[in-house]
């Protein structure tokens, strides 16, 4: 959302913008973040670590993230003006949701925790364009020229976790997801892109310096494999990406280890030491919603297509429609214990669907109906290629 005002901006000399960036981080918190900061906007050193990324093709086919040049690293060409980035951070980890327990229940559907209520998009973008305004109002009308800002949250292309690192509010762990020392990886983040020629905190000693130190954890326990190496993600094997983002069909060989994750996977972060000190949210639209939590796999795959978009209104969830939706619970059901139940349901559902949602039946009939199936949890990189 663009809050860009005709309201004229003050000569640099008559604001305190050491004073403005101190109100900035108060309103921040009063808004709802738990932490704000502010960095320049030099990601040269990220710049040359995307293009070699995207070169192998990790990216599959979120072609958006090789669209628009240089704008994702270099944040003046995406707003002209930009000189600075003030990047929030908000807890979105519901309590008491018993995800380990639901993602050990081959018969309950996983999803991801961060899509179990609102979707956070509009939320957040609405508290960061308040705070810019915020900080608007705060400025002395003076010639020659008007603020510009413009809030983003995961919807432009924008570098938001090495910005966010720069910042000081965490650093890139090993898994790719920013990780702080007080507060896990459980949590949303968003921008405000500023010509307003705030302090940075990013100076030294601020930053918060890589603490994955020898740990491993992460990488070992991807179903899937899906780290290259330590913070390199291949995304066509994340199950994330094959439930989500992926519209085709979801490679067989990566169906087994998918289990029972219908919408995204935590694994990564769940097992991560840090997030011992991960803090529940207390924003009520991040709550569990429709029992998301806690429903079996049968019971959301029975859901009409009116069900699912009654259900799934104003969640991350309706992004994939309600055809990918059942192609996922469908690799779920075949992965569930052998049922009579869902051998019904399946075939039931077999008899009106697309060809996308068929071909998943079909391998999860095949799998519900054989009763000496080998369940293969966790592949290696060399078991497929992609």
Request: proline share 7%; charged share 25%; with cysteine.
């Amino acid at each position: 959302m663009n809050t860009t005002t005709t309201k004229p901006a003050p000569a640099d000399s008559e604001i305190d913008f050491g004073q403005l960036a101190s109100q900035i981080k108060t309103w921040g918190r009063e808004l709802g973040f738990q932490q704000v900061a502010i960095t320049d906007i030099d990601l040269s050193d990220e710049e040359p670590r995307l293009q070699a990324w995207l070169a192998k093709g990790f990216q599959g086919d979120m072609t958006w993230l090789a669209e628009h040049g240089n704008k994702r690293s270099r944040p003046d060409e995406l707003l002209p003006g930009t000189v600075r980035v003030i990047s929030a951070r908000m807890d979105y980890l519901p309590g008491d949701t018993q995800q380990i327990q639901i993602l050990k229940d081959p018969q309950k559907a996983y999803v991801s925790r961060y899509s179990l209520g609102r979707d956070y998009h509009k939320l957040i973008r609405k508290r960061l364009s308040k705070l810019a305004r915020q900080i608007e109002a705060a400025l002395p009308a003076a010639p020659p020229s008007a603020p510009q800002q413009r809030a983003y949250v995961d919807s432009a292309p924008v570098l938001e976790r090495p910005l966010a690192a720069k910042a000081g509010l965490g650093w890139v762990g090993k898994h790719t997801l920013l990780l702080n020392s007080e507060a896990g990886s459980w949590f949303f983040l968003g921008e405000i892109f500023t010509n307003l020629p705030l302090p940075v905190d990013n100076v030294a000693g601020d930053q918060q310096p890589n603490r994955c130190g020898d740990c491993s954890a992460c990488l070992k326990v991807c179903p899937t494999d899906a780290f290259t190496r330590p913070y390199e993600l291949d995304a066509r094997r994340c199950i994330s990406y094959l439930t989500i983002e992926n519209k085709g069909p979801i490679p067989e060989v990566f169906r087994e280890p998918m289990g029972n994750r219908v919408f995204g996977c935590d694994d990564c972060q769940a097992i991560c030491p840090w997030n011992r000190y991960a803090h529940y949210t207390g924003e009520t639209d991040f709550l569990p919603r429709h029992k998301l939590d806690n429903s079996d796999l049968l019971t959301l795959f029975q859901w009409s297509e009116e069900e699912f978009l009654r259900n799934t209104e104003g969640s991350p969830i309706r992004r994939i429609g309600y055809e990918r939706w059942q192609r996922n619970l469908a690799v779920g059901l075949g992965n569930a214990p052998s049922s009579e139940a869902i051998i019904a349901a399946l075939s039931e559902r077999r008899l009106h669907c697309s060809a996308l949602v068929a071909e998943h039946i079909d391998w999860a009939l095949q799998q519900q109906r054989n009763p000496n199936r080998r369940r293969k949890r966790k592949i290696k990189a060399d078991d497929a290629a992609v």
